[in-house]
């Protein structure tokens, strides 16, 4: 199928839709449930999805609770897996609708795993004239990040054409985190000609952007100021169209590496981006089953971001 179109809505936007396929994550942190508890479910199909890892630390078990009593069906799988979202797409029952309409909470999700539904509908054929995805991001209370683990992955996201703008420069494009070493960690591993760095600025709570200058200082005080952008956390039309412009004047001589470090709504722009321009290329770093835990606190109103995937002959491409 062809990305047709993406954009922020309204919050009320997820009360307005006629969802048929609600999935939800039942991690460790006490905003795992949030989005569940707040929406009115009605007969669409409730999956959950349960990290096979860790399964008894912090709120847990109390998350796999609340899913219960939500009457969410569970689904277990490794957090550093892709998912089989074709075996999500077969638990609703048997329709002849001609549009799919899905909310996806990506809160508490790891990467591997959002990237499962951008990657199977735009590369998978299906009998909807057109899929219409919800993502739905809760911003958190801060909490201090953790000592940093030790770094173990810094590779290209599970699709792609990676590799194919070989022989050109590469330019390092990052959306900064808070947590210390990642961005220096992949800076040293492709070696770039030239590096670029997004941070949320503003972000909600102000201590977020501190913390982010503060455990990324050396690099960001090593780039020119027009190689740094801030971008608005709660506008991701402004972050789509800054990073978006970047990358089209870069792609012009450079091979791109999206990184995506940080955070989640920044990281699900550049997946998108890297279907709309599958020269992007887009990676990852992590420490593998090492990976830190939190506890975070839900705060604010959610984050919507609609897309669109359809049959372009049936409805013609809208301008993203």
């Not at 899929?131 to 590779?155: D, G, N, W």
């Amino acid at each position: 199928m062809d990305l047709l179109n993406s954009k922020q809505v309204s919050f009320d936007q997820v009360y307005s839709s006629d969802i048929d396929l609600v999935i939800g994550v039942s991690g460790y942190e006490k905003r795992s449930p949030y989005l569940m508890e707040r929406i009115k479910l009605g007969s669409e199909t409730k999956l959950v999805l349960a990290f096979e890892e860790r399964m008894k630390e912090l709120n847990r078990p109390e998350n796999d609770r609340i899913f219960r009593e939500l009457g969410f069906r569970t689904i277990t799988v490794s957090g550093n897996r892709a998912l089989d979202v074709g075996k999500l797409i077969a638990c609703i029952p048997q329709t002849n609708k001609k549009v799919l309409r899905i909310l996806v909470d990506y809160s508490c999700m790891t990467k591997p795993w959002y990237a499962s539904f951008i990657e199977y509908f735009s590369f998978n054929s299906l009998p909807f004239q057109k899929v219409h995805i919800l993502f739905s991001y809760t911003q958190s209370a801060y909490v201090e990040p953790k000592k940093p683990k030790p770094l173990r992955v810094a590779e290209p996201m599970g699709y792609g054409s990676h590799g194919i703008m070989a022989g050109k420069s590469i330019a390092l494009v990052m959306g900064l985190g808070y947590e210390k070493d990642r961005a220096e960690f992949l800076r040293r591993a492709v070696n770039p000609e030239e590096t670029y760095c997004f941070y949320a600025d503003p972000a909600g709570d102000n201590r977020f952007v501190e913390k982010v200058y503060i455990n990324n200082f050396k690099l960001i005080d090593s780039l020119h100021k027009s190689h740094v952008f801030p971008y608005p956390m709660e506008d991701m039309k402004k972050a789509d169209r800054i990073l978006t412009d970047l990358c089209l004047d870069l792609r012009l001589k450079h091979r791109i590496i999206l990184a995506p470090l940080g955070p989640k709504p920044f990281a699900l722009l550049s997946m998108l981006i890297g279907i709309r321009y599958p020269d992007v290329e887009i990676w990852r770093v992590g420490a593998g089953l090492l990976e830190n835990v939190y506890d975070r606190i839900p705060r604010g109103e959610p984050l919507v971001y609609s897309v669109e995937f359809g049959h372009d002959e049936d409805y013609g491409r809208t301008p993203i």
